[in-house]
């Protein structure tokens, strides 16, 4: 089983639904992050969250909320979906203080907003 | 804009050759950087990491060269392999706070 694990894998919506991706992990670790990626623009960072009770804002957040639910879950909605949120979203988490800095992803989750 | 980027989108190697991959960074008070490799459908993956107090880090078949003066990070992949083909990314730690910033990455296709 993976050690961190995104459903749905893929997901096709309609402008103005709610969508919420889940995230949940066996790794652990404290931090944990969601990465948005689009083709040239590389993962760009939308919320992390280095402990249950410790939510913060990346690059990216407007448009999307989080819930860290417990230290092994946390979950990105869209409340409300438009097209350019279409893209590859991605979770991860480290340790804290990340050994050495490293990120560990899940496989992503597609999202399509039609 | 982007603090960290890469010289170019796409790289063909021929199998058996080395590969260049290269990354500039503008934030020259990242002291920490890495390299990801991100296969088709999967997450990225830790490749291989370096402290801004260090010039050259080697892996197995990877080695990261870190040049300060011009805030320039490579990766070189020795003898390449097709399951070399991916897409790579560079990030830096531009606060100290490991929140990585990643680069658009190059995407590498090995000819057989």
């Known amino acids: 089983d993976a050690d961190v694990t995104q459903t749905p894998r893929n997901r096709i919506t309609k402008t103005g639904k709610r969508i919420m991706l889940e995230c949940s992990q066996t790794?652990?670790?404290?931090?944990m992050y969601w990465y948005r990626q689009d083709p040239g623009l590389g993962l760009r960072l939308i919320y992390y969250s280095f402990d249950v009770k410790d939510i913060n804002k990346g690059e990216i957040s407007d448009g999307y909320s989080v819930s860290r639910q417990a230290q092994a879950k946390f979950s990105l909605s869209l409340e409300s979906a438009i097209p350019n949120q279409t893209a590859l979203y991605f979770c991860?988490?480290?340790?804290?203080?990340?050994?050495?800095?490293?990120?560990?992803f899940g496989e992503g989750s597609r999202l399509t907003v039609l | 804009g982007e603090s960290v980027g890469l010289h170019l989108p796409t790289l063909s190697v021929q199998e058996g050759d080395n590969s260049i991959i290269n990354c500039a960074y503008s934030n020259s008070a990242s002291d920490y950087f890495i390299w990801y490799k991100q296969e088709s459908g999967k997450g990225p993956q830790f490749i291989i990491d370096i402290r801004s107090n260090m010039d050259k880090r080697q892996g197995q078949r990877v080695t990261v060269l870190l040049n300060k003066t011009v805030k320039h990070l490579s990766l070189q992949i020795a003898a390449t392999q097709p399951g070399d083909s991916a897409v790579y990314f560079c990030?830096?730690?531009?606060?100290?706070?490991?929140?990585?910033?990643f680069g658009a990455g190059t995407t590498v296709t090995v000819r057989a």
């Open positions: 990030a830096e730690n531009p606060f100290n706070d490991y929140k990585l910033s």
């Open positions: 991860a988490t480290s340790d804290s203080p990340p050994i050495g800095g490293e990120l560990f």
């Open positions: 790794k652990g670790h404290d931090r």
